[in-house]
T-cell receptor
Framework: EPEVTQTPSHQVTQMGQEVILRCVPISNHLYFYWYRQILGQKVEFLVSFYNNEISEKSEIFDDQFSVERPDGSNFTLKIRSTKLEDSAMYFC????????????FGPGTRLTVL | GDSVTQMEGPVTLSEEAFLTINCTYTATGYPSLFWYVQYPGEGLQLLLK?????DKGSNKGFEATYRKETTSFHLEKGSVQVSDSAVYFCALYSSGGSNYKLTFGKGTLLTVNP
């Protein structure tokens, strides 16, 4: 069964460094999402992406964040200058139809900022 | 805005015990409701969903009924197994206007002992 994959599973970085989290959505899906979960808190929506542009973003998704689909398979989340409070689990998700279709999630990347 | 409140964990049960995890929501319009499950080391997997009032979602022995009058979507299972040990997330999906994101509860850790 097709699944969403994410790499790396765990990333450790120093404050102020740039990180890129990678996701490979399911191949025939058209809508892509990033969510994050700070330890002990809710899973929060960050951004949705369709047709090579951002569809919606939350207030968390400030200028330090960017997303890109650099080729036909990858979907990336870049944090330009990481802060301690960016430490969280980051989940990628995708679906074919954003109105009626379930979002399928990857296993997540745990980001630790020191 | 939309919100989901679910029972605080952790929940510890013996095998074959009855499980209830409470979930209530606040939303405008008519959201779809979901339970996602996260097994150790894995991503968020859809467990079940319901898209309108009085619908019952069911899967793997788990059930939840969409109750509009009480704005609830409680998860139940009649006889849990050790393999059900996981974190369970209640979520809603409002597709009004340009809003196509999932709103999650905090998650409830379930541990089932033999």
């Amino acid at each position: 069964e097709p699944e969403v994959t994410q790499t790396p599973s765990h990333q450790v970085t120093q404050m102020g460094q740039e990180v890129i989290l990678r996701c490979v959505p399911i191949s025939n899906h058209l809508y892509f999402y990033w969510y994050r979960q700070i330890l002990g808190q809710k899973v929060e929506f960050l951004v949705s992406f369709y047709n090579n542009e951002i569809s919606e973003k939350s207030e968390i998704f400030d200028d330090q964040f960017s997303v890109e689909r650099p080729d036909g398979s990858n979907f990336t989340l870049k944090i330009r200058s990481t802060k301690l409070e960016d430490s969280a689990m980051y989940f990628c998700a995708s679906n074919r139809d954003r109105v009626t279709d379930t979002q399928y999630f990857g296993p997540g990347t745990r980001l630790t900022v020191l | 805005g939309d919100s989901v409140t679910q029972m605080e964990g952790p929940v510890t049960l013996s095998e074959e015990a009855f499980l209830t995890i409470n979930c209530t929501y606040t939303a405008t319009g008519y959201p779809s409701l979901f339970w996602y499950v996260q097994y150790p080391g894995e991503g968020l997997q859809l467990l079940l969903k319901a898209t309108k009032a009085d619908d019952k979602g069911s899967n793997k022995g788990f059930e939840a009924t969409y109750r509009k009058e009480t704005t609830s979507f409680h998860l139940e299972k009649g006889s849990v197994q050790v393999s059900d040990s996981a974190v369970y997330f209640c979520a809603l999906y409002s597709s009004g206007g340009s809003n196509y994101k999932l709103t999650f509860g905090k998650g409830t850790l379930l541990t089932v002992n033999p």
